[in-house]
């Protein structure tokens, strides 16, 4: 990477894992139960690489659709309701990652559209079961998951907004955890990703204020008790609605949120471009959710107009927030954690793994699952059930 007379960092892309680097780096996350391999049978794995021999997006789509397609035709043909869920909820699983990081190709379109459908079919089956709801906006509905706890009514609720690469059926079903302790969850596609209405710009955030207003016309949900939760790219959105919906929130969680210098043209050059802690295809991501961008040079051009201090954010008050990352983090700076942590008007709260990297995740250990259920569902609880213990003592 070198920088230019004009100021500007040009670099060629780093190179990416070869198609046999990305199988056998897959094999070993599943092996150890580690992100995006998560609830992934490395026997499926294996039997879908059987069929990949190159990087072509179709042709990794469609060997993961031929494994999942057995599911769902398992699922069919199940003796009993517990038997069908669970080859709904491997077949989502597998085509999932057929499209993983994003739907970028026909296949992988087809692909998404294929989880969509058995997740669906799966949170039918849940007890209480989940509601997919279209939330009328703009130019076309936001689609969201609600799931509600059959009791207290109305429940408290945690709004779950996804990342680059996750979706709001991955947030949901980790948030299917937090039911039995009576609270519900929202879950929302982040801008760009899965069936968002539109692509990342710099006021995409109204889609978010949008669900809080449709969730206040639901009696079934107490408004004045949500928290927000986003994970990665989603921590960005959940770090703005802390400011621009404060009053609306008792707080907010960030997991490695991109505040400022993760926008920066030297981050993205030194950082993000070919970023080896990601399994692979980092940068075609994000062009594939910022609107306007089709390049590099493009996502050079419009990341440093999403900073929160470039928005003149970072100084106005918020409401509490949690940040939970991961020293290590090579994908989110840890001087927007810094960023966060010293400006606003209320004492914020931080979880800080030292030998974690993004989402403060580690190999083993402090793998997603127990960072969410250690460390994220506790700090929501008390956020939520908290209030009520206090009005009512």
């Known amino acids: 990477m070198a920088e230019t007379k004009d100021g500007a960092f040009k670099r060629e892309l780093a190179p990416e894992r070869t198609i046999e680097e990305v199988k056998s780096e897959a094999l070993a996350r599943a092996e150890r139960g580690n992100y995006p391999m998560i609830g992934l049978d490395p026997g499926d794995l294996r039997a879908a690489f059987a069929?990949?021999?190159?990087?072509?997006?179709?042709?990794?789509?469609?060997?993961?659709?031929?494994?999942?397609?057995?599911?769902v035709d398992s699922a069919a043909k199940a003796a009993s309701t517990e038997e069908a869920d669970k080859h709904l909820v491997r077949a989502w699983r597998l085509f999932h990652f057929a499209q993983w990081p994003v739907p970028n190709s026909d296949m992988k379109k087809q692909a998404y559209a294929k989880a969509v459908d058995a997740?669906?079919?799966?949170?039918?089956?849940?007890?209480?079961?989940?509601?997919?709801?279209?939330i009328p906006f703009e130019d076309g509905p936001i689609v969201a998951y609600l799931r509600l706890p059959a009791a207290p009514r109305?429940?408290?609720?945690?709004?779950?907004i996804s990342g680059l690469d996750s979706r709001k059926e991955t947030v949901s079903e980790t948030y299917n955890q937090i039911i039995p302790h009576g609270v519900g969850y929202i879950a929302v596609d982040s801008p760009g990703t899965g069936q968002s209405p539109f692509r990342v710009g710099v006021d995409s955030e109204r889609m978010f204020s949008r669900v809080l207003d449709y969730?206040?016309?639901?009696?079934?949900?107490?408004?004045?008790?949500?928290?927000?939760?986003?994970?990665?790219?989603?921590?960005?959105?959940a770090a703005k609605l802390a400011v621009i919906e404060r009053s609306r929130i008792l707080g907010a969680v960030a997991q490695s949120p991109p505040v400022h210098e993760f926008f920066t043209e030297k981050f993205l050059y030194e950082n993000t471009l070919g970023n080896r802690e990601y399994l692979f295809d980092l940068t075609p991501a994000f062009i594939h959710?910022?609107?306007?961008a089709s390049s590099v040079d493009d996502l050079a051009r419009i990341l440093p107009d999403l900073s929160l201090r470039a928005q003149g954010l970072l100084e106005r008050p918020t409401a509490p927030m949690f940040i939970v990352t991961g020293a290590r983090d090579s994908q989110v700076p840890m001087s927007d954690v810094y960023v966060l942590l010293e400006t606003g008007d209320v004492p914020k709260e931080a979880w800080i793994n030292p030998a974690g990297g993004h989402l403060g995740r580690e190999p083993r250990g402090w793998t997603d699952p127990v960072i969410f259920r250690e460390v994220i569902m506790p700090w929501e609880l008390k956020m939520l059930k908290g209030r009520v213990a206090a009005e009512n003592g």
């Open 119 to 134: 997740y669906t079919a799966h949170a039918r089956l849940l007890d209480p079961p989940t509601e997919k709801i279209e």
């Open 215 to 237: 969730l206040q016309t639901r009696p079934e949900v107490d408004a004045s008790r949500i928290v927000v939760h986003g994970v990665s790219f989603g921590a960005y959105w």
């Open 51 to 71: 069929n990949i021999q190159t990087r072509d997006r179709d042709e990794w789509a469609r060997a993961f659709c031929a494994v999942a397609q057995g599911y």
């Open 154 to 160: 109305p429940a408290p609720l945690v709004f779950v």
């Open 289 to 292: 959710v910022i609107d306007g």
